[in-house]
Structure formats: C-alpha cells, structure tokens
C-alpha cells in the first residue's frame, strides 16, 4: 500500500503556495467536460460541491436528510477558529498552527496543519460576504472569544448556533449552483459503496430512501464528505442518523483508514437519563470559563445526593472537592477535553458521581451568580441554561448542572495526503471523515474551520491536479460490470438484512455494540479490555445477521432498514477500532491506555515508536487487516509532554 | 430517573403520497416522563418491531432543536406547543399520565405525506434555490472586516436568521402559507450590507417560487408566530412586505 503523502518540498510557509503553483490546471473550456460526485452536504460538502460548480464543473451532490441543510454540522455551537488577528492580541498562522499541532498531542501531519491556519483567515472573509451573521462589537467589526483554553481570541461565533449559520451560508452557495443547473442535488439519497474501475474511484452506488430505488452514477472522481463514526458508541453527542457507512465501503474497496481508534469524548453533556436514551447532548464547552466543576469528597456524600436525600447546595465547602482546580492549578477548570473527561470518569469511578446513574459530576455557576449576578449570567449562557431546563427539568441558576462526558468527535478517518486524495486515485475525503488536521486529539472551534478549509480552499484546486492529469474522456459507462457487480453486491445485502425475520431489532444491536465500544474502546482503554471486547464482538455480529429482524419492505420509506444498514457496517467497524486502540502502546489525546500513564495518571506518549499514522487496509472478511504507518516528523514544533499543571 | 406515564396514542399512518390514510391507536406504557417525546416514539416502534408489525415513520435527526428535521402535529399543534420547543425537545413531563395524544404529520398541499408522519419540504430548498443566497464566488471576497456591519442590524439578522426551516409556520397556518419562512431568509439577506445589491431581486424571486410551489396567502393569523420553535416574530412578515413592495416599485420605475 503507497501511503506517500505527496507533502511539497520548502519551508512550511511556502510549501502550499508552491503547491499551488505546481498543481496542474484544467482548461477552463474543459471544466464542464467533468463530473464530480460529492457524498455529504455538510460544511465539507456544501463549500465543495458549490465551490467546484462555480469553476464550472458538474456536480452532484447527495444527502441522506430531506435537505442538504440539515446536515450534522447545523448542530455546531461554540464557534469557528482562525488566524485574524483582530484582537491585536498576539495570534498568527504561525501560533494557530503551533497551537493545533501540540493540542492534536503530536500525532497530525505537520503540512496540512500549517496549510489549515494560512486558509483559516480567508474562510472568515468568505463567510462574511454570504451574509453570515457572526457576532460584532458595537463599532460594527467582528467579534471573537477565546475557547477551549486558547490563550488568544481567536473564534468567531454567532451565538451559539455557529454551525447553523456557517451551513446555511455554505447551503446558500450550493443553493445558488444548483439554481443554476451545476449541482444536481440528491437528498433522501444515502450512497452505499463506492465503484472503483481500473482501481480508481468512478461512481457510487446509491439507494433511495423514499421509493428504495438502487441507481447508479458514474463520474470522473469522487469525494466523500460523509462526517464523522461517534455513533459508533450508539450515543454521542452526534445527530441519529450520522454513520461509518460511505467511509467503511470504501475503505473494504481498498482505502486506506487511518487512526480509527483516536476519538473525542466532550467534557460537558448532560448525563444519560435512562435506558431510552437516544442521544447526548453537549452543552458549550465555554461554560466551563464561569462553572465550577466538583463532586463531593466523599462516598457518603455522593451516596445521599443519588438517593435525593440531600440537595446540593447543602454541601459545605469543606465537603467539596473541586478536583480540577486542585490537580491542575494553572488551568483549572479550562483544562483540555480529554483532560477533563477523564478526571469526571475518575471521580464517578470513585463513586463520588451525582446523578441517579452514580455517572455525573457538578458544573456549578454559584459563585460566578455570586460574583457577577444572575443577569450577567443570564446573558452569556441564557440559551444554554434554558436548553438544560427543556431536557432535564431542572433550573441551573438555581441547583448546579450535572455533566459527564459523551463522545463528540472522531479524529479518526481515511487516510489521505496533502491533497485529500485517498490511496485509491480519485477518491477525495473532506470533513470529519478523513484523519488529516487534529492528530490524536481536537481543539474546540478547529472541526468547523477544517471543513469549511477543505471544501472552499484547498480541494477545488488539488482535485483539478487529478482530473487535469485523466483528461476529461474518462468517464466510464454506468453499464459496465463493474457497476454492475457492485450494485448486485448493494441489493443481496439488503435483501439479507430483510430476510433474516428473526427477534431483534437493529437499535438493540447498536445499543449493544456501543456499550461493548464505550467500555472498552472509550474514555480509557486496556489491553485486557480491548480483548474481551474483540472477543465479543464477532459473536454480536454474528447473531446480527442470524436474529435480526427488520420489518417491511424494500420499495418504500423503511427507517428500520437504513438502520440496519448503518448498524451492520458499525459493527464491523468498531472491530477495526478496538484494533487499533490495542496496537497503540501508548497514551496519547484522547486515547489514554490504562497501561501508559504517568505516575500522576496522565497520558504518557512514546514518540519513540508512535509518532506514526497507523493507517489499516482490509484484507477480507476472514483475514485480519493489516497496519500500514506513516511515519510523522516535526520540522517546526518541538515535541514536549502536554502539562497542565 | 422520572415517574412512569401510561398514555394512548392515536398516530396517523399513511403507506405513501397516493395512500388516504388512517388513524391508529397504540398504547404506549412505562414511559419514563425524563424521556424526549421522540425517545417515547422510539419505545413504541421498538415494541411494534417486536410484534413484526412496521414501526411509525418519523423524521428526525439532530434532536436538539436545530436541523429543522423533525416535524409532527401533536394535540393539534405543530411540535405539541411548548412555547420556542421543537418536537425532539419536548419532554414527556408535560404529559399526564392516561393521557390520549393524536400525533399527525404536516399537513399541507406544499408538503406531501412520504410516508406517515415524513412528508416532503423540498419546497423549501426551491424557494431557497430561487434567490436565497447572496452572489459571491469563493475566493472572490474583501477582507471581513472591510465592511463594518452595525451591531444592532447584525443581532436582527441573527434573530431572523435563525429560522431551521422546519415547516411548523407552514403546517399551523390555516392557509399553508410560508410567509414566515420566507420573511425570515429575507430579512435576514436584507438587513446586512452584503445582501444590499439583490435585495429586490431576491425578494421577488423567493416570493415567485413561494406562489408556484402551492403555498397559499397570508392573512397575518399569527399561528405561525406562535409555533414557530424559533419564535421568529410577525415583524419580520411586515418587513418583508415592505421588502417586496418596494421591489415592485423599483421594477416598474425601471421598466
Ligand atoms: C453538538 C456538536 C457541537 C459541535 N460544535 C463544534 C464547534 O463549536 N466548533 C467546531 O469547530 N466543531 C464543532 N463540532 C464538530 C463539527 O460540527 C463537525 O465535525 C463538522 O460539522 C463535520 O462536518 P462535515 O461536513 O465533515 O460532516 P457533516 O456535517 O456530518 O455532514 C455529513 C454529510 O454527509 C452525509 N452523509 C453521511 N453518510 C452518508 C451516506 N452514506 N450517504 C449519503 N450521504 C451521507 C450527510 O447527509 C451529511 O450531509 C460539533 C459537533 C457536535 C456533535
Ligand atoms: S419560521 Fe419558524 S416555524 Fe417556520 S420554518 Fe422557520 S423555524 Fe420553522
Ligand atoms: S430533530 Fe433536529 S430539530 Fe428536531
């Protein structure tokens, strides 16, 4: 397998405008000649696809929502980084891409991350001139906050629904495009493999989900833009229907997945009420600059507050133990997210946990009331508060929040190189689902500027490199048998899934399969762990295909049957990440191996022999697949341990 | 952990777009009152597949309240009439136990029924494709802060452009009309700089498809305003026909 990351020579400040330069062009009269598929209407997607049309070439775009609008992304709160500098206050391509590089824990590829920071500043600009309405300061110039412990401002927000408002912009381009007849848009549409030809990347395989139609389309390349696997777990703080589907096809036709294991569990969610819960939702991490995070020092304590037999605010000052501020005193309760998740899984482990579950800890906004009353309270979280009340029925101004930790993101994706083409030639992967920019662990507002770089800066002009290099003749027939061995693999699937008639239903497995993945393969990981649930989970997937019972048909709007789709692919899927978590000696971000850790508990990395992309090819459904490393260097930052103290 | 409620439903289950339709009754027991409304849905259709029988379609996919996917009439009201509360926010709380809830899909010529409660919106994108936009190539675009934005315009484009489209405004209104949608992308466009060069384009364009897509007239009832989960405001339908009037007369002075 060639993992050539095709990184351009000269300095990294230099290397992308050099790039650009040797890039090939296409013959702007050549352009129509060429079709590009786009899997995925997300901010990769939508900047994409809308940006590709505008450079005149045919778009297609497909969606598995009701309207490219509701993609995942939507659900985005906190904010959007890059490198202005408006606040004068010491910020630069130069620290956002240090900043990345040492937040990711050293595990990202030094030339993209450089590359993200000098794009982040034009994404503002792009975003601004569709109207976007980011927050402003009274002169009328944007506003920033700083996040996730930056020591600069750098993000820029709008409110708390900056994800919402960067999608409909990029939905508004893509609107446009397809008002003008260049993207022909699929919603409802979900693609199920990929068509390779001659070992590249030539269509896809699509069902639709109202009329169960199974169609293909060819195309001269395409790209996935497909989001993130944090369903994985079953809950996340990801949308329902967000799924490894389009990422795992391709990845059994031969692409390569890279660091499956490296995942994100966010601090701050509200904790699981019961057994129906179906997600989790995330509150903003920025109320971790005013909250005060705590449990109760002892057992008792916590053991009288789960029976509801005492109130917190009963709890003497004494009795606390605000356990961040205590073991890291310069970061306090701004410690990262990996950091602060695995202390609250800490102290709940402990039995030290608040809520009914014994798996909850306070984020407690007292003192800040205190300090700056209730309004100014009001005022910075009022939405957030509220959204707390609407689920959970309790009034934080008056009793502390309870949080604990949900899975938010993957870092985790399919490997591609500086031009986001995957091993397999003309496939591109954008967004959350390839592995390129956060190493092993991702700073807060980076997701959104990474999506947003790949799919209006950076793939329009590396994807005319490939399509420039085939010429616009190649597009293959949709009759050849290579579409049609694919489309004959799509359609017996589902007809097994439909006819196996047997007494579980597709959410009892994924419920399964993420208890199995959030105990083993989650906050902390083991060798001893990863094993048993390797051991379990071919005997889960196997009773999946044997007592599986999806009711209905294929001709028509089956929910259950997309499920089962999804939920068949996780759990092959979670099998590749619990390999990975177990080749991995090492702690490193977010993945903290029980077997690696300093004497104070945190995560000890070994550069030594990890400072490598761990990317997996399948080899079959029999055989084992096979670890392939990119070996990462650092020319720029230096490699130190994260302390927080 | 909640107290438990044991409720009817009477769900309406429709196989597809040419199918009439009719109401079921399903009993839905233990439901835990810290569950979402969407969450006891899920408890049924789990029961139903238990049974083999087909679970109730619905559409749903952020349940926080932001993707505007989910969309159902519950007691007669677009998203069950927890004030700014879309339906996956709404908690099972409010209910009482041995409560009968009739659960509906939109209902509007504009929004055909897929599928029990999953109708079609694509409407909305056409009206979006139309005009909704702001006409800048990527890349082709001045420096942010170039152009100052007054912060009080900025917060009103914010609160117009907070609308998640999900079609509520539309299937409250006795005239199916998508006049609040449709004000609140106008507004929004209309109220900063940027949107300044196709603001009469726009707004005539979006009210053109507005009319082709089926949708009807406004009357200004205000049962948009009142279930709208965003709770984008009536001011903004004045606006937009201040918008539109004005375009119209820019368009027959320049004629
Ligand atoms: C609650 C929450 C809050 C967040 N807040 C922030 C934040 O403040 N700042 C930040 O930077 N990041 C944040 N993130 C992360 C960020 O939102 C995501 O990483 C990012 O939006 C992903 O964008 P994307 O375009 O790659 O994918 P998505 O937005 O997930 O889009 C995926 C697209 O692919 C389509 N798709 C998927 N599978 C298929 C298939 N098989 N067939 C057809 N179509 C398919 C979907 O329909 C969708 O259009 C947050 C994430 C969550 C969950
Ligand atoms: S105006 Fe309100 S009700 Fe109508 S689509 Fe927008 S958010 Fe939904
Ligand atoms: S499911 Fe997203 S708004 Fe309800």
Redesign the interface.
């Known amino acids: 397998m060639n993992l050539d990351a095709k990184i351009p020579t000269g300095s990294m400040a230099q290397k992308w405008d050099k790039h650009r330069f040797d890039l090939k062009l296409v013959n702007p009269a050549n352009k129509r000649k060429y079709e590009v598929i786009v899997v995925g209407s997300g901010l990769a997607g939508a900047s994409a696809a809308a940006s590709m049309a505008e450079l005149g070439y045919n778009v297609k775009c497909f969606c598995y929502q009701d309207s490219p609008r509701r993609a995942h992304s939507i659900a985005a709160q906190g904010g959007i980084n890059a490198a202005k500098n408006y606040q004068n206050d010491g910020d630069s391509v130069y620290r956002l891409f240090y900043d990345t590089v040492k937040g990711g824990d050293y595990r990202s590829r030094e030339a993209n991350v450089y590359r993200l920071a000098q794009v982040s500043v034009d994404i503002i600009d792009q975003c601004a001139a569709q109207g976007v309405p980011f927050a402003r300061e009274y002169g009328g110039l944007l506003a920033n906050r700083s996040f996730g412990g930056a020591q600069v401002s750098r993000t820029f927000y709008a409110r708390g629904q900056t994800g919402q408002q960067l999608l409909l912009g990029a939905y508004s381009s893509l609107c446009r495009q397809i008002g003008l007849g260049k993207v022909q848009m699929f919603p409802r549409t979900e693609m199920l493999d990929v068509v390779l030809i001659d070992g590249h990347a030539k269509g896809v395989i699509v069902r639709d989900m109202v009329t169960g139609e199974i169609s293909r389309h060819s195309a001269h390349t395409v790209v996935l833009a497909t989001g993130g696997y944090g369903n994985v777990f079953y809950l996340s703080t990801n949308a329902m229907g967000c799924n490894v589907t389009a990422t795992h096809r391709a990845y059994k036709r031969g692409a390569a997945f890279a660091n499956p294991c490296y995942t994100q569990i966010h601090p701050t969610c509200i904790p699981v009420s019961g057994d129906h819960q179906s997600k989790l939702t995330l509150m903003s991490e920025s109320l971790r600059n005013d909250g005060r995070v705590w449990v109760p020092k002892s057992q008792d304590v916590a053991e009288k507050i789960r029976r509801g037999e005492i109130n917190p605010s009963g709890i003497a000052e004494v009795d606390r133990d605000y356990y961040l501020e205590r073991k890291y005193p310069s970061f306090g309760n701004l410690v990262p997210r990996d950091v602060a998740s695995r202390n609250a899984k800490e102290a709940c482990d402990e039995g030290r946990g608040v809520v009914g579950s014994g798996l909850g800890v306070y984020l407690d906004f007292a003192d800040a009331i205190g300090r700056m009353g209730e309004d100014v309270v009001r005022e910075r979280y009022g939405n957030l508060f509220d959204m707390y009340e609407k689920i959970t029925g309790s009034n934080a101004y008056q009793n502390p929040m309870t949080i604990y930790p949900a899975v938010h993101y993957t870092m985790g994706g399919l490997w591609v190189d500086y031009n986001l083409m995957s091993n397999i030639p003309g496939l591109f992967v954008i967004g959350e689902a390839n592995f390129s920019d956060h190493g092993a662990n991702r700073l807060g507002a980076s997701a959104l500027m990474q999506g947003l770089a790949d799919g209006y800066f950076v793939l329009p002009y590396t994807i005319g490199q490939y399509l420039a290099e085939i010429g616009p003749d190649e597009r293959p027939s949709e009759a050849s048998s290579e579409f049609g061995g694919v489309e004959e693999s799509v359609k017996s699937r589902i007809d097994k899934l439909l006819s196996i008639k047997g007494k579980r239903t597709p959410t009892s497995f994924h419920r399964e399969l993420g208890q199995i993945i959030w105990d083993k393969c989650g906050m902390s990981r083991s060798e001893s762990g990863l094993n048993e649930a390797l051991e379990k989970l071919p005997a889960l997937r196997q009773e999946f295909w044997e007592n599986l019972n999806v009711p209905g048909e294929n001709g028509s709007l089956n929910q259950s049957l997309e499920l089962a789709g999804r939920v068949a692919d996780f759990l092959e899927f979670g099998e590749l990440m619990c390999r990975d978590a177990l080749q991995r000696e090492e702690s490193c971000g977010g993945h903290f191996r029980e077997e690696h850790q300093t004497e104070e508990g945190e995560a000890k990395r070994d550069d030594e022999n990890f400072s490598f992309v761990g990317a997996w090819e399948y080899k079959g459904a029999d055989s084992t697949p096979q670890i392939h490393k990119e070996e990462l260097t650092y020319e720029e930052v230096k490699m130190t341990q994260r302390s927080y103290k | 952990?909640?107290k438990d409620l044991n409720l009817k439903l009477k769900v309406w289950r429709q196989?597809?777009a040419d199918d009439h339709g009719r109401f079921e009754e399903y009993g839905a027991n233990g439901i835990?009152t810290?569950?979402?409304f969407?969450?006891?849905l899920?408890?049924v259709n789990?029961g139903?597949?238990?049974d083999?029988?087909?679970?109730i379609?619905f559409?749903?996919?952020?349940?926080?309240?932001?993707?505007?996917?989910c969309s159902m009439v519950i007691n007669g009201v677009a998203h069950g009439g927890?004030k700014g509360?879309t339906a996956c926010?709404l908690?099972m709380?409010h209910f009482s136990d041995g409560a009968t809830i009739t659960i509906e899909p939109w209902r509007a010529t504009a929004f055909p029924v897929?599928?029990d409660l999953?109708v079609?919106?694509?409407a909305?994108?056409r009206i979006?494709?139309?005009?909704?936009?702001?006409?800048?190539?990527?890349?082709s675009?001045?420096?942010?802060?170039a152009?100052?934005?007054?912060?009080d315009d900025?917060?009103l484009?914010?609160d117009a452009?907070?609308c998640?489209?999900c079609g509520a405004c539309v299937a409250s209104c006795k005239n199916a009309s998508a006049m609040l949608f449709v004000a609140a992308k106008v507004s929004?466009?209309s109220l900063?700089p940027?949107?300044q060069p196709e603001r009469e384009r726009r707004a005539l364009a979006m009210v053109e498809q507005m009319d082709k897509e089926g949708f009807g007239n406004c009357t200004v009832t205000g049962s948009c305003e009142a279930v709208c989960p965003k709770e984008i405001p009536l001011d903004f339908i004045a606006r937009m026909n201040r918008e539109y009037g004005r375009a119209l007369i820019k368009r027959e002075t320049s004629s």
């Open positions: 952990m909640g196989d597809n835990d810290d569950m979402s969407l969450e006891m899920d408890v789990e139903l597949i238990e083999d029988r087909e679970p379609a559409d749903s996919d952020c349940r926080e309240g932001i993707c505007g996917t927890q509360t926010q908690h709380r897929h599928r999953v079609d919106r694509t909305f994108d979006q494709q139309a005009g909704g936009f702001i006409s800048v190539r990527t890349g675009v001045p420096d942010a802060n152009t100052p934005v007054p912060k900025s917060d484009a914010m452009a907070q998640i489209g929004h466009l900063v940027q949107g």
